[in-house]
Nanobody, 123 residues
Framework: QVQLVESGGGMAQAGGSLKLSCAAS????????MGWFRQAPGKEREFVAR???????YYADSVKGRFTISRDNAKNTVYLQMNSLKPEDTAVYYC?????????????????WGQGTQVTVSS
């Protein structure tokens, strides 16, 4: 069983930056595909970014060029660097792990989820 814990959320002004971390425990996630999702108030949870076991990356169009996903297997941690933040980035951000390495944008492919961290961007 894998436990995922997000941190690094908080408040930022438009144009600012935040870096989210997702620390895994219980098992190594080096062979997992990992993803970040977010859920804004009154909206469904949506895909943000994913990274394969080999380091390939893919982003939602809404964050492409502004957000960067990365992983440090030695630390069993995944990151999401968020730059040029916009008020529409306000949401609860979730880290998710896919042990099969499917490298998908679909929530159903991810077995393990963190509790989420709030990001609030003011204009």
């Amino acid at each position: 069983q894998v436990q995922l814990v997000e941190s690094g959320g908080g408040m930022a002004q438009a144009g600012g930056s935040l870096k989210l971390s997702c620390a895994a425990s219980g098992r190594t996630i080096s062979t997992y595909a990992m993803g970040w999702f977010r859920q804004a108030p009154g909206k469904e949870r949506e895909f943000v970014a994913r990274i394969s076991r080999g380091g390939s990356k893919y982003y939602a169009d809404s964050v492409k060029g502004r957000f960067t996903i990365s992983r440090d297997n030695a630390k069993n941690t995944v990151y999401l660097q968020m730059n040029s933040l916009k008020p529409e980035d306000t949401a609860v951000y979730y880290c998710a792990g896919d042990p099969r390495g499917s490298y998908s944008s679909k929530e159903k492919e991810y077995d393990y989820w963190g509790q989420g961290t709030q990001v609030t961007v003011s204009s």
